[in-house]
C-alpha cells in the first residue's frame, strides 16, 4: 500500500519554473513505477511524464518534452517533476500516481487506468 503527497505547485508567470515533489510512503522498497499526470478544467487527465522505479527509463508527453524534467531520489522515497519555460496551457491539477512494478512499456505509461495509488493533487497556475 502507498500513500502519495503531491508539494509545490503554486502560480508562477508565464517562462517560469515549478518543481513539484511526489513524496511515498508505506513501502519498505522502491520498486514501483511513478507517472504524473494532469487534468485542466473541462478536459481529461492526461499523461505528463513517468519514471521507472531505477529512474533508468524516463518518458514525456510530447507537449512537454525538454521543458520538464523527471527525477526520482529512491532514498527520499520522493519523485520530482522539474517544469520550466512554463505555458498558460500548463495550467492543470498535477497528480502523482505509482504502480508496484519496476518498469512499463511504451504504451503503459500514459493511461491513468494503469496506476493504482494516486495523490490528491497539487494545483498549477500559469499566468501574468
Known amino acids: 500500500q502507498l500513500q502519495l503527497v503531491e508539494s509545490g505547485g503554486g502560480l508562477v508567470q508565464p517562462g517560469g519554473s515549478l518543481r513539484l515533489s511526489c513524496a511515498a510512503s508505506g513501502s519498505t522498497s522502491s520498486y514501483y513505477a511513478v507517472g504524473w499526470f494532469r487534468q485542466a478544467p473541462g478536459k481529461e487527465r492526461e499523461g505528463v511524464s513517468a519514471i521507472s522505479s531505477s529512474g533508468s527509463r524516463r518518458d514525456y508527453a510530447d507537449s512537454v518534452k525538454g521543458r520538464f524534467t523527471i527525477s526520482r531520489d529512491n532514498a527520499k522515497n520522493t519523485v520530482y517533476l522539474q517544469m520550466n519555460t512554463l505555458k498558460p496551457e500548463d495550467t492543470a491539477v498535477y497528480y502523482c500516481?505509482?504502480?508496484?512494478?519496476?518498469?512499463?512499456?511504451?504504451?503503459?505509461?500514459?493511461?491513468?487506468?494503469?496506476?493504482?495509488?494516486w495523490g490528491q493533487g497539487t494545483q498549477v497556475t500559469v499566468s501574468s
Open positions: 500516481a505509482a504502480d508496484l512494478r519496476v518498469t512499463y512499456g511504451s504504451n503503459w505509461w500514459y493511461s491513468a487506468r494503469n496506476y493504482k495509488y
